[in-house]
């Protein structure tokens, strides 16, 4: 009971302040329009384009190009890009980026992969109760006496049985969870990259972007491993990092990316 009051207080915190902890995280601030006019006024024209309210707008003092979207829904929306991303694209490739992120928010992204790591987390869960019930409740029949070994050992078999597969499930469970929840990631990702194409009617835009942000060599962007994910490309890829297209990695591959909006 502890257990899942804490479970549900650490899911309802994640959900309501999530937008809050990432841009905490990532070292963000709020964009002005006196600062960064030009940034404010494409937000605004994306955010149009797409039929959302104006996102809140923020920026992360890094010369590595990248960004990422925040929030529930999109009455509770932020963005937050680098100042290299601003220095690195140009309009069209920038109006791209922030389409793809405002993608994120009208698909709901940040909901669903709440939902879907809630979900798999449950599974863990009971799963944890039945190896429990299995090894302090369920072989409670074993230690009776000799007289009645006979009768109880096809279920005592039985409950070996039951036991080595619950005990696999306890080492393959986390694991497979975490392979859902990344490749739903990657899909969302190329579901976003279509959405902001759509949004600006120019796959061509976000296709340099990506291009750009691909055969970047500079100095990383130091995020916390936690919202790595967020951001359009993984901050790890980049200078050779880890994050790169596998079972394990966050993003599809950049050039499948690429190769995809082309093809529209």
Not at 64 to 79: E, K, L, V
Not at 135 to 155: I, Q
Request: net charge positive; aromatic share 6%.
């Amino acid at each position: 009971v502890i257990a899942a009051l804490i479970g549900f207080g650490q899911a309802a915190v994640g959900f309501w302040f999530s937008d809050q902890v990432a841009l905490a995280a990532s070292g963000a601030r709020p964009a002005t329009a006196e600062d960064h006019r030009y940034l404010v006024n494409v937000a605004e024209a994306v955010a149009i384009g797409a039929g959302v309210p104006m996102p809140k707008v923020y920026v992360i003092d890094s010369p590595a190009p990248n960004a990422f979207a925040t929030g529930r829904d999109p009455q509770h929306a932020s963005i937050a890009v680098t100042t290299g991303l601003l220095q690195l694209l140009d309009r069209q490739e920038l109006e791209g980026v922030v389409a793809h992120e405002l993608a994120h928010v009208r698909n709901y992204d940040i909901r669903f992969m709440s939902m879907l790591v809630a979900t798999l987390g449950a599974l863990l869960v009971l799963r944890d109760m039945v190896l429990r019930w299995g090894m302090y409740g369920g072989l409670g029949g074993g230690r009776g006496s000799s007289r009645r070994s006979g009768r109880d050992g096809g279920r005592g078999m039985g409950q070996g049985i039951a036991l080595v597969l619950l005990v696999v499930l306890l080492v393959v469970g986390p694991l497979v969870g975490v392979l859902v929840r990344l490749a739903v990631s990657r899909r969302r990702e190329f579901l976003a990259d279509a959405t902001g194409a759509y949004i600006t009617r120019n796959p061509e835009g976000l296709a340099r972007a990506l291009e750009k942000l691909a055969g970047y060599s500079g100095q990383r962007l130091e995020v916390s491993e936690g919202v790595r994910h967020m951001f359009i490309v993984n901050p790890a890829r980049q200078l050779g990092g880890e994050g790169g297209a596998g079972l394990f990695s966050t993003h599809p591959p950049i050039e499948e990316r690429i190769r995809r909006l082309r093809s529209m």
